[in-house]
Each structure stands twice: as C-alpha cells, then as structure tokens.
C-alpha cells in the first residue's frame, strides 16, 4: 500500500486510492471508488461507490460523499458538509437509477455543514461559506453563502475577497494575481 488507512477504515474491494493519501478513523471508501494522490480522508467520511476524487483533495470529518460526485483537485470539503445525489428522495421509492452528478472543479472550497444539491456544478476556485446549501450552479471563483446560496463577490485562486476598479480589475493584496470582471465572468490574467 502506497496510502495510509487507520485500523478502523473500511476500504471495500476495487477501489483505487493514491500514493500518499490518509485514510483516517471510522472512515468508509466503498467499492470502485477513485482518490487520487495525497489526499486526506478525515474521521467518519463515507465515500460511496464510483466518486471521483483527485489530487490534494482534503475532506474534514463527518462528511458523506455520494455516487455521482466527482472533484477536481486540491478540492477541500470542510467538516460534516453533504453532497446529495437524488433531487426527490422517498424512502419507499427506490431511485438508484436517478443519481445526478455534481462535479466540483478544481481549487473549490466548500465550508462546514453546506449542502449541495445534486445536478448542480460548482466552477473551479469558488467559495461555497458555512451552512449555505447550494440550489444552483456556482460559477468559477463566485463566492456563495446563504439557503438558498446567493452570489455575494468573488474571490481569488488564494481565497480571498477581490475589490475591483471602475474598469473591472482587480489585484489580489496577499499573491499579487491580477483578474478581470467582464460580463459577469471572472477570469485570471495571466
């Protein structure tokens, strides 16, 4: 083994996990799962069948990862959020056939207890705060709080707020990256 499992893991067969990745307490990757390298798995994580996870993905505790979820790299999923997978469950009625995905892009944070619900994507680098729960598609680099979720700015690659000129520039303060607003888009110049 190329990752680190603690004794109480529960890895089922025909998954795939990374080089240098921990897996940690009561924390279950179920069959045909994907994680890729150096991720870090927190305490009472469940990773259903067939999630994607890639690269330097960090998951915080108590978080539950369902079918149809793939993210990107250098994801970080903070302690006891929830994706969703199905949009009308019914415990009589079952909907396994009704799984939608949700694909959350690379350099996403998502902050404790938010809720994603399922079908919606969340664009590269964006900012989902504690608690919001998540009813729509997030563009890349909006930062999003509230139930329902509401675009309130925009953040930087490093995560932090950007103020922009009357032309649509902005420089974020801490990295020196420079963006351009331009029809509600948010792009890295590079």
């Not at 190329?2 to 924390?27: L, N, P």
């Not at 993905?57 to 369902?66: A, D, F, L």
């Not at 999923?77 to 694909?103: C, D, H, W």
């Not at 919001?132 to 329902?148: D, M, Q, S």
Request: hydrophobic fraction near 40%; charged fraction near 20%.
């Amino acid at each position: 083994m190329d990752y680190f499992a603690h004794e109480t893991a529960v890895i089922d067969t025909d998954c795939i996990i990374g080089k240098g990745t921990k897996i940690w307490h009561f924390s279950h990757i179920m069959s045909h799962s994907i994680i890729g390298e150096n991720c870090n798995i927190g305490q009472n994580v469940v990773v259903s069948p067939e999630v994607i996870l890639g690269n330097n993905v960090k998951v915080q505790n108590n978080v539950s990862i369902y079918t149809g979820v793939i993210c990107e790299d250098d994801v970080f999923l903070g302690p006891s959020m929830v994706f969703t997978n199905v949009i009308n469950p019914r415990s009589a009625i079952n909907r396994k056939n009704e799984y939608q995905k949700t694909l959350v892009k690379k350099g996403t944070t998502i902050g404790a207890n938010a809720t994603i619900v399922c079908g919606n994507n969340i664009g590269e680098f964006a900012f989902i705060g504690a608690g919001a729960v998540v009813t729509k598609e997030v563009l890349p680099y909006a930062l999003v709080v509230g139930n329902p979720s509401k675009q309130i700015g925009w953040v930087s690659e490093f995560g932090h707020t950007l103020k922009f000129n009357e032309d649509g520039f902005a420089i974020c303060k801490e990295s020196g990256e420079k963006y351009q607003l331009k029809n509600n888009r948010l792009t890295k110049i590079l």
